[in-house]
Each structure stands twice: as structure tokens, then as C-alpha cells.
């Protein structure tokens, strides 16, 4: 509803609030807040009063704060933008060891200030969700009816499980502790699920009104008496990972713009472009080796230099959360590169070697922890690189290729160098994918699988496998040989996906790993898109899995019953 204001005036009314009185400007509430905009309207018999009491209980600071926000916001309904940009009013909120967001985000919500609740939401987003701080907003948005915010903080509470208070956890109703421990999504260790269930079960029977028929009771004991092994065959339904591949799309002018698509329910559709990014880091330029790669709910962009060779990088990590549907920016780069390879071990981002300024090769290991922000080195690669090269983790170790295989230990902080058994272990093929397979989405294997291109006459792709089980003496085993060019691949749980593009389609393959050795293709789907510029996959832009943001509030369920009802 919009409310016709008088920017020409300035009348000032009063709000009190208990014994302070604050001066503010009238048409700037009534442009901010629609619950300034009907008390002061004429339907109310005081709307000419100057004087209005602040009947809630927020402090003077939190008050006084909005009113300075509401009187510094531009008010422009049409400027809507997808990436987050803070106010300089409420920068104050993006410290952590400064002002707590949360009074004034209820605030905005009784004031009915949706650009406000908006911001807000934003700041906590990007600088709130640490893990003493996440159970406490997850509640709150719940309670203010924040769907986006809920959302984000759900997630990150099923993402940074293990690192939640057990005090906070101790704290939770019975629902709500099963939203958590009964989620597809949680990330945590058996023992650790298995632990926390218990001490739940051990808290609701503490409670005077506790019902030992309970279905969601019933469901924790189920979870607390599961085997230490995470694959047990007790539940029938796990994570939901989604597969994704980069591209550039070509827009209305004919100019390139990279592009996520996924292969979700059976339809090859864009999830994002850069389009909003392009605007704000581009200058109009084509970006040369820029990566894109996904964990959990996010994508994050790294990297990349404004044409080659002319020391102008993209310095900024961006990270697009698929529940908010925004983009936040959330480090600089402390070493600006491009054509690096970049891998995720569980919260660390890995930007491994890649060319620097003036061209210069790059051996160097920056590591960012996305949860506290703080960058940190690892050691040097052992041989350097101009291109992206393939690369892949397995068993929480990084693997790449460019003449030899390297494996990255972060426990030791050291590279190795896999030695086969024959040193001429490719011939004439170009390694262009590997992959960690896992026989299903719980339990991790320690074999690599090679995904290797023919470039001869023949144009064959074929998939080979080693194991990490021992880095010398390997032996390279093949598996199974396709008459056709596969630029992209990826395990998606149990699955092989293999994306290809030729003249305006896009094939996607979907086969299984019947046993280690064994690839079985199952089925192929064709969709034809012509906004696919005609290089298809050929470029490593990125390959990877997201979950898919429709089941963030999935529940696990059992085979002996349906999924738990929350």
C-alpha cells in the first residue's frame, strides 16, 4: 500500500517512550512504516496530535536508531536490487561485538517496515549466524513470521550442527529439536546425532507433561538407537543434492555472461547468471578464469581478471544464498588471481595456484573459512598451472591434475605426488574431470574417477578409476569408454552425470557405478536451449552440487513409517 507524502514538509511530532521523548520527522515515518502511515492518517480521531507513545518494550538506542534510519532511507519503491548493499545508517549492525540487530529487526516488524525488515534480515545473514547466535534467530524469525530469514538460519543451523550450544539445544521443544536432528540436511556425525538425541530424550522425560506416545518421541528414540554407521538402512531418504554446471549464455546484445544451470526434476533449467555481479565488478569486460562453485544452499564466484593481461582483477568473493535469493558479498581475495582451481573441504574454500598479476604463475594456497571470514595459507602446489586444471576432493583430500596427480592432505598440510605403475598412464588423452564418487550420498569411497577425452579421429571419452588408499604403485583401471566428447561430469550421490552440449542441445546422462569397476548408462535426456553460446561446457567455469533448496524442511523417515511430521 503506498502513501502519498509531502516531502516538502518537515512537521515534527514527539514520541515518547516512557520518560524520554524523541523529535522526528512525520512525513519520513509516514513514508517508512506503514503503522506510521495509518496512525497518522485521518482515519485515526489523534491523528493531529504531536505527541504519540511508544507502547512496546525496546530500549531508547533501539528507537532512536530507527527513527535515524527512517529519516536517512530513500524511499524509491522501483530500486530494487538482488545483492545486498548496507545503509550507512545501520552499518553500526554489521560488528558483531557492537549492536545486537535483533530489537530493532522486532521493531520493524510492529512498524510494519518491510524495507527495513528487509535490511536487517541482510545484515544478520551476512554477520550474525555464528554458532552461539544461530538457534536464537531461527526462533525469533520463526516467531516474527521471517520466512527468508528462518530459512537462512535453518540452514545454517543444520550446516554448523555440530557446533551449536548444547545449552541452546538443551533449550528446544521437542519440535523443534527434531526440525534439526530429523533433517535430511543436518550435517553431523553419527556419534554426535546419536548423542543429542539422547540428552533430548533424557530432557522431555524431565518435563512434567511429557507423553511417551509422542510420534516425534518415538522418533527420537529411533535416532538415538541407530547404528554408529551413517548408511544405515533404517532410513530410506537422504540429502538432496542437485547437480550444476557452468556456462555462457549469450544475452540480448550478443555478449557472454556465465550462467549456473541445473539438472533438477528431471528438466535442465538456469538456477542464476552474473548478470547482478557483471553490473557491479565487469567494467563491461569479458572476465578471463573466473570459478563458480557450490556448497550446501550457496554458490560462491571467485576470481577472474578484466581481460588477460590487464591487472584488473575481481578481488571480491561472492556468494549467492539460493533461500534468500541474494547476493552477498562476503571476503576480498588476498591474493588476486584467475584460472585457479578452487575446491571446498568442509568450511574452508580452497583457491589453489592459478596466474597472478603480470602474468605470473601462482604456486600459492589461499584458504578462507567461511563461517568466521579469516583467511589462512596452505602449502604450495608442487607444480604450476596457466589453465584451470581438473581437480576434485576425496576423503577430505584435494586431488589435481596437470602432468602428475597431487594429492592435498590438510591434516599435514602437505602435497603428495600419486606414482603410477606405468608412467605413460594416459597415452594420447586429455584428463578433464575428475571425480569423488560415493556409492550413495552417506558414505564416502577412496577411489578417483578420471574422466579422459580422445582428441584423434575417434573423439572418445573414457572413465577410469585409481584409489587413494596408497599413493605409489597405483594402478589406473578402466571402466568404460563413451563414442562421444564429455566435457563435464559429476557424482551426484549414487549417479554420474555427464553434461554435453551440441548445436543448441543439451544432453544429460544419467548412469551408476555398479560396482567400483562397473558403469552402467541408465537413460539420456535431450533439451534443446539456444542461449547456450556455442563453446558449450568446454570451458571449466564449474561443475558441482547444491542442495536443493525445496527440501530444506525435509524430514527424515523411516522404513517402517512415513517421514516425521514437524
Not at 588408499?469 to 551426484?492: A, C, G, H, L, P
Not at 555398479?514 to 539420456?524: A, F, G, L
Request: charged content about 25%.
Amino acid at each position: 500500500m503506498a502513501y502519498a507524502v509531502d516531502n516538502t514538509l518537515s512537521e515534527k511530532v514527539i514520541l515518547v517512550l516512557g520518560n524520554n521523548r524523541l523529535e522526528a520527522n512525520k512525513n519520513k515515518l509516514i513514508a517508512s512504516s506503514l503503522y506510521f502511515a495509518s496512525l497518522f492518517s485521518e482515519n485515526f480521531s489523534d491523528h493531529r496530535k504531536n505527541e504519540y507513545p511508544i507502547n512496546y518494550e525496546i530500549s531508547i538506542s533501539t528507537l532512536k536508531d530507527f527513527v535515524n534510519w527512517a529519516e536517512h532511507t530513500e524511499n524509491n519503491q522501483n530500486d530494487k536490487v538482488n545483492h545486498y548493499i548496507v545503509e550507512p545508517s545501520l552499518e553500526k549492525y554489521t560488528n558483531k561485538n557492537d549492536t545486537d540487530p535483533l530489537e530493532l529487526l522486532e521493531l520493524s516488524v510492529v512498524f510494519m517496515c518491510e524495507k527495513l525488515t528487509n535490511a536487517l534480515t541482510s545484515i544478520i545473514i551476512l554477520h550474525w549466524l555464528y554458532a552461539e547466535k544461530i538457534i536464537e534467530i531461527w526462533l525469533m524469525a520463526e516467531e516474527l513470521g521471517l520466512e527468508k530469514l528462518r530459512d537462512v538460519a535453518l540452514g545454517a543451523c543444520l550446516d554448523r550442527f555440530e557446533e551449536l550450544p548444547l545449552s541452546s539445544l538443551a533449550e528446544l521443544s521437542l519440535e523443534n529439536l527434531m526440525k534439526l536432528i530429523g533433517n535430511i540436511n543436518v550435517s553431523s556425525s553419527p556419534n554426535w546425532l546419536k548423542f543429542i538425541a539422547k540428552e533430548g530424550i533424557r530432557n522431555y522425560r524431565s518435563t512434567p507433561d511429557h507423553d511417551l506416545s509422542n510420534h516425534l518421541y518415538k522418533s527420537l528414540l529411533k535416532i538415538a538407537e541407530l547404528p554408529s554407521n551413517s548408511c544405515s538402512s533404517a532410513i530410506k531418504n537422504r540429502q538432496n543434492l542437485v547437480p550444476c554446471v557452468v556456462a555462457q549464455k549469450i544475452n540480448s546484445t550478443r555478449e557472454k555472461l556465465p550462467c549456473v544451470y541445473w539438472w533438477r526434476k528431471k528438466n535442465f533449467s538456469e538456477l542464476v547468471d552474473l548478470k547482478d555481479i557483471a553490473e557491479l565488478m565487469d567494467n563491461g569486460k569479458e572476465v578471463f578464469g573466473r570459478q563458480i562453485i557450490g556448497r550446501g544452499f550457496s554458490i560462491y564466484v571467485i576470481g577472474g581478471e578484466q581481460g588477460l593481461g590487464s591487472g584488473r582483477f575481481n578481488k571480491t568473493v561472492w556468494r549467492y544464498c539460493l533461500l534468500s535469493k541474494t547476493w552477498f558479498s562476503i571476503a576480498q581475495l588476498p591474493c588476486p588471481r584467475r584460472h585457479m582451481a578452487v575446491k571446498f573441504i568442509k568450511n574452508r574454500l580452497y583457491l589453489i595456484g592459478g596466474v597472478g598479476h603480470h602474468r605470473l604463475k601462482l604456486s600459492s594456497v589461499d584458504v578462507l573459512d567461511i563461517h568466521t571470514g579469516l583467511w589462512s595459507k596452505a602449502a604450495e602446489i608442487p607444480e604450476m598451472f596457466t589453465e584451470v586444471p581438473a581437480s576434485t576432493v576425496v576423503d577430505g583430500k584435494i586431488v589435481y591434475y596437470k602432468t602428475n596427480f597431487y594429492v592435498y592432505d590438510p591434516k599435514i598440510n602437505r602435497w603428495e605426488t600419486v606414482k603410477f605403475i606405468t608412467l605413460d598412464h594416459f597415452g594420447s588423452y586429455h584428463v578433464e574431470s575428475l571425480m569423488g564418487s560415493s556409492n550413495n550420498s552417506c558414505c564416502n569411497d577412496n577411489n578417483i574417477y578420471i574422466s579422459a577425452i580422445n582428441h584423434d579421429a575417434t573423439e572418445s571419452t573414457v572413465l577410469s578409476r585409481f584409489s587413494l588408499d596408497s599413493i605409489k604403485n597405483v594402478r589406473k583401471e578402466k571402466i568404460y569408454e563413451w563414442t562421444k566428447t564429455i566435457f563435464r561430469q559429476i557424482f551426484t550421490g549414487s549417479s554420474l552425470i555427464s553434461f554435453l552440449y551440441n548445436d543448441g542441445e543439451v544432453t544429460i546422462e544419467e548412469g551408476i557405478l555398479q560396482n567400483i569397476n562397473t558403469y552402467k548408462s541408465i537413460r539420456n535426456y535431450t533439451h534443446p536451449i539456444k542461449s547456450i553460446h556455442e563453446i558449450g561446457f568446454e570451458q571449466r567455469l564449474g561443475c558441482f552440487n547444491v542442495i536443493d533448496p525445496d527440501t530444506l524442511h525435509e524430514q527424515i523417515s523411516f522404513f517402517d513409517q512415513e517421514s516425521i511430521d514437524v
